[in-house]
């Protein structure tokens, strides 16, 4: 949506925030097999066909369905990716981050060690999501101040 928004000259969001984003439908990320054993929520097999679902085989790599793909990501306004480094999504973001960089995008990557699809889920139960929320405000209240 961000990358329509920016193309079609609408006023931007003041910040983008990614939770364990699905950034790239074709599920090209090594991540999909190394960290297979470690995230209940996600594999190849299945999110490929969920992808399929929505997006048709043939779109994997729109990037209004797979921003990853966009041929530029400069001109978004500044993005948060929160991601568990236990996440079959891992690459997704940090293959993003990299690119949007690249594009002069001010990207702010945080990978949280051993941490699953949405760890942010386990809220009150889980220390690690409680301190990635925090940490979601902290971003958001300095880009808000800006």
């Given at each position: 949506?961000?990358?329509?928004?920016?193309?079609?000259?609408?006023?931007?969001?003041?910040?983008?925030?990614?939770?364990?984003?699905?950034?790239?439908?074709?599920?090209?990320?090594?991540?999909?097999?190394?960290?297979?054993?470690?995230?209940?929520?996600?594999?190849?097999?299945?999110?490929?066909?969920?992808?399929?679902?929505?997006?048709?085989?043939?779109?994997?790599?729109?990037?209004?369905?797979?921003?990853?793909?966009?041929?530029?990501?400069?001109?978004?306004?500044?993005?948060?990716?929160?991601?568990?480094?236990?996440?079959?999504?891992?690459?997704?973001?940090?293959?993003?981050?990299?690119?949007?960089?690249?594009?002069?995008?001010?990207?702010?990557l945080q990978e949280?060690?051993?941490?699953?699809?949405?760890?942010?889920?386990?809220?009150?139960?889980?220390?690690?999501?409680?301190?990635?929320?925090?940490?979601?405000?902290?971003?958001?209240?300095?880009?808000?101040?800006?």
């Amino acid at each position: 949506m961000a990358l329509q928004i920016r193309d079609l000259k609408l006023p931007a969001p003041a910040a983008l925030l990614g939770l364990s984003p699905w950034l790239d439908f074709a599920c090209e990320g090594n991540t999909y097999e190394i960290n297979k054993p470690k995230d209940p929520s996600g594999n190849r097999g299945g999110l490929t066909m969920m992808a399929v679902s929505y997006a048709g085989k043939d779109n994997l790599k729109n990037p209004l369905v797979s921003p990853l793909y966009a041929e530029s990501l400069a001109g978004l306004p500044p993005i948060l990716l929160q991601v568990g480094t236990a996440e079959t999504l891992l690459d997704d973001s940090r293959r993003f981050a990299e690119k949007a960089r690249a594009h002069g995008a001010d990207v702010t990557l945080q990978e949280w060690p051993d941490m699953i699809h949405v760890w942010h889920c386990f809220y009150s139960r889980l220390p690690e999501a409680r301190q990635a929320i925090d940490a979601i405000a902290l971003w958001l209240e300095a880009q808000l101040a800006m």
